[in-house]
């Protein structure tokens, strides 16, 4: 079993609200929500860093999310996106991923 909650999550050893699933992405609501709607877009192959991530794999990302807003109905009041990376950036999941955060007036700070 891995160590890695996110691969867990992927693969069902752990319970988690899916929003989203294809063959390369998952997408749950975060656990902890910093908003009315706050969902995590992983992708299946773990890998730590957004540098570290192949960019087809990277493409299809931003591909999901772009169908995700539009399923959650965030397209029309707005949304943010965010990727924390590394010590400095906040990163507490070692398994790189998006934040979708909106169904509100966001705040002017950046974290997610
Ligand atoms: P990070 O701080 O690494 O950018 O974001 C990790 C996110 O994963 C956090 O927002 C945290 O609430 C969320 N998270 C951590 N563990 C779990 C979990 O077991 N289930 C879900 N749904 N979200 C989690």
């Known amino acids: 079993m891995s160590d890695c909650i996110f ?3 992927i693969n069902n050893e752990i319970p988690s609200n899916k929003v989203y699933e294809d063959e390369h992405v998952v997408a749950f609501k975060d656990i902890d929500p910093l908003a ?7 992708p299946k192959t773990c ?10 794999i990277l493409a299809h990302i931003m591909s999901a999310i772009k169908k995700i807003v539009v399923e959650q109905d965030l397209v029309d009041k707005g949304y ?3 990727n924390n990376n590394g010590i400095d950036g906040g990163q507490t999941v070692d398994h790189v991923h998006f ?3 909106g ?4 705040g002017s700070n950046l974290t997610g």
Do not use: P
Request: glycine share 4%.
């Open 103 to 106: 169904g509100e007036k966001l």
């Open 99 to 101: 934040h979708i955060l």
């Open 7 to 9: 691969c867990r999550i």
């Open 36 to 42: 009315a709607v706050h969902i995590v877009v992983v």
């Open 47 to 56: 890998c730590l860093h957004f540098h570290k991530t192949e960019d087809n």
């Open 80 to 82: 943010r996106l965010v």
